[in-house]
């Protein structure tokens, strides 16, 4: 089975090569996040966790292998003492036999026991494209919020302006520091959409290579239980 620190790797390299964008235009990032500071630290929070969740999909696997290994030994007294998570509908199946270290599937179980991990692993990563969802909606919401508050503070401008002024130059600063707040809601407004589609472009290639790790774990385990059920069936089909 494919080992899934190359997954780690690339997830863990990518991440770096994002902060050191980041940080090379951290004065920006900075003026563009401290225009909403509340608003876009809720999205980098989202984006943090969902980050977490994508790793520890990627992690979970590494039990499981160990868990197949002590079965592909064949060596005695190597029995599992712990039931894993992701291959809990194969543990059931094995039952007494893992005391053994030992199985044999028939082809219905072996349909069953796949199933049931395709399931488990479908799960898990219906999680994280929540996230990315997430992530998005917030990006849209700040969007919005903020257009809204322009468009309020616009109208506020136009209803303030007093034209029957003569001295024109009070009329256009009047107007100049009306425009501040409508400003600042245009600020939110981008602010808002840079950090949530930019979290979910981020989050979303680390789902991707996740969910590689997965199908890669997924293949082999498909790859070794259809030999062993294939053995299975010979077995049986021998008239001695």
Same mark, same amino acid.
């Given at each position: 089975?494919?080992? %899934?620190?190359?997954?780690?790797?690339?997830?863990?390299?990518?991440?770096?090569?994002?902060?050191?964008?980041?940080?090379?235009?951290?004065?920006?990032?900075?003026?563009?996040?401290?225009?909403?500071?509340?608003?876009?630290?809720?999205?980098?929070?989202?984006?943090?966790?969902?980050?977490?969740?994508?790793?520890?999909?990627?992690?979970?696997?590494? %039990?499981?292998?160990?868990?197949?290994?002590?079965?592909?030994?064949?060596?005695?007294?190597?029995?599992?003492?712990?039931? %894993?998570?992701?291959?809990?509908?194969?543990?059931?199946?094995?039952?007494?036999?893992?005391?053994?270290?030992?199985?044999?599937?028939?082809?219905?179980?072996?349909?069953?026991?796949?199933?049931?991990?395709?399931?488990?692993?479908?799960?898990?990563?219906?999680?994280?494209?929540?996230?990315?969802?997430?992530?998005?909606?917030?990006?849209?919401?700040?969007?919005?919020? @903020?257009?809204?508050?322009?468009?309020?503070?616009? @109208?506020?401008?136009?209803?303030?302006?007093?034209?029957?002024?003569?001295?024109?130059?009070?009329?256009?600063?009047?107007?100049?520091?009306?425009?501040?707040?409508?400003?600042?809601?245009?600020?939110?407004?981008?602010?808002?959409?840079?950090?949530?589609?930019?979290?979910?472009?981020?989050?979303?290639?680390?789902?991707?290579?996740?969910?590689?790790?997965?199908?890669?774990?997924?293949? @082999?385990?498909?790859?070794?239980?259809?030999?062993?059920?294939?053995?299975?069936?010979?077995?049986?089909?021998? %008239?001695?």
């Amino acid at each position: 089975m494919s080992n %899934p620190k190359h997954t780690l790797f690339w997830m863990t390299l990518f991440l770096v090569v994002v902060v050191v964008v980041c940080a090379l235009i951290h004065k920006p990032l900075q003026a563009a996040f401290m225009a909403n500071w509340v608003f876009n630290l809720l999205i980098v929070c989202v984006l943090l966790v969902g980050i977490a969740i994508t790793y520890r999909q990627v992690f979970v696997l590494f %039990p499981e292998m160990r868990w197949i290994a002590q079965f592909r030994t064949g060596n005695a007294g190597l029995s599992v003492l712990q039931e %894993p998570r992701l291959l809990k509908p194969l543990a059931r199946q094995l039952d007494d036999d893992s005391k053994r270290d030992r199985f044999s599937l028939s082809t219905m179980s072996l349909r069953t026991v796949l199933d049931g991990i395709h399931s488990r692993m479908d799960e898990q990563r219906e999680i994280t494209r929540y996230f990315i969802s997430l992530l998005i909606f917030l990006g849209l919401l700040g969007t919005f919020w @903020g257009l809204l508050g322009t468009i309020n503070s616009v @109208g506020a401008v136009i209803v303030n302006l007093d034209m029957s002024q003569e001295d024109f130059g009070k009329v256009f600063a009047g107007l100049q520091s009306g425009l501040l707040e409508p400003l600042e809601g245009m600020g939110t407004a981008f602010s808002s959409s840079l950090l949530g589609l930019g979290g979910s472009l981020v989050l979303g290639f680390l789902d991707i290579q996740a969910g590689h790790a997965q199908n890669r774990f997924y293949d @082999g385990l498909e790859e070794w239980l259809t030999g062993v059920t294939n053995l299975v069936d010979r077995v049986d089909d021998d %008239p001695r």
